[in-house]
């Protein structure tokens, strides 16, 4: 009897030696892999598979945040000291300012923000040219794009003209704006900006008085409207013997001539 257990220990510690032998001198070609797919791959080739799926994904990732950086516009990007002003009024998400010029000194004013006066929201810039102090308000919400385009039919004169190169794309339109001092003037001018879309900037190109304390009722183009291009301003001033006190009842029209760089009192 202890012969034929020392005969079957023998035998397994044998069995179990070969079995380690066996699975230590194992290559990779004799390991095999279920894929997701159901399909029996060897090691390597299982692995090399994984791999190739790996990189296509990442590759597919990547391809997705390029294409999605692509269409993301400029205007929702950060901007180092964006203006509010030109975010606002012309959807320009850029550190160009709106700059006014004065008209006697030219000196520019940056409008920097909002205020209403009299239920009229006006962009406004504070300034400082040598002694004299004060500011100035635009009435943004009589912006009048001009179109100096003469094939264009009257009834879409008042389209901004508009380059076929979008890099290239100008605006030109007349606002009014006021010019305040330490004084007790409130001096309304009619200025011509030009808006480059292409490099998201403005400039003023002139602008003409139009009187003190008085109330803008609209500005419009003359038309038809073309060379040489008129505006048209109908404001309310007070008559010669009404006090400051009174509100402007007497109603005026100015005409003002303009051009894509030239901006002239005609009266």
């Known amino acids: ?25 194992m290559t990779n070609d004799d390991i095999y892999m279920v ?48 203006s509010e002003v030109m975010l606002k009024l012309f959807s320009l998400n850029t550190a160009n300012p709106f700059e006014v010029s004065l008209p006697d000194s030219h000196k520019a004013v940056v409008l920097t923000h909002f205020i209403n006066v009299k239920q009229t929201e006006f962009a406004i810039g504070d300034y400082q040219d040598g002694e004299a102090k004060g500011r100035v308000l635009l009435d ?17 004169q008042s389209d901004a003209p508009l380059q076929d190169d979008p890099q290239q794309q100008t605006m030109p339109f007349v606002a009014p704006f006021i010019v305040t001092n330490q004084g007790s003037g409130v001096f309304w001018y009619l200025g011509l900006f030009s808006l480059d879309y292409g490099h998201n900037r403005l400039q003023h190109l002139g602008s003409v008085f139009i009187g003190d304390r008085i109330e803008v009722d609209n500005i419009e183009p003359v038309y038809p409207f073309e060379a040489p291009f008129r505006v048209a301003v109908t404001y309310r001033e ?30």
């Open 140 to 156: 943004y919400l009589r912006i009048t794009p001009l179109n100096f385009d003469p094939a264009l039919e009257p009834d879409t």
């Open 35 to 82: 894929m997701e797919d159901g399909q029996v791959l060897q090691y390597d080739e299982a692995m090399a598979k994984a791999d190739a799926k790996a990189q296509a994904k990442e590759a597919e990732l990547a391809s997705r945040e390029d294409a999605i950086e692509s269409v993301v516009p400029s205007e929702v990007k950060p901007v180092v000291n964006a």
């Open 238 to 267: 007070r008559a010669a013997d009404q006090p400051m006190t009174t509100p402007p009842s007497v109603i005026k029209t100015l005409e003002i001539g303009v051009s894509a760089s030239e901006i002239k009192s005609l009266n």
């Open 1 to 25: 009897m202890f012969v034929k257990l020392t005969i079957a220990a023998t035998v397994l510690v044998l069995a179990i030696l070969a079995v380690g032998v066996y699975r230590f001198n």
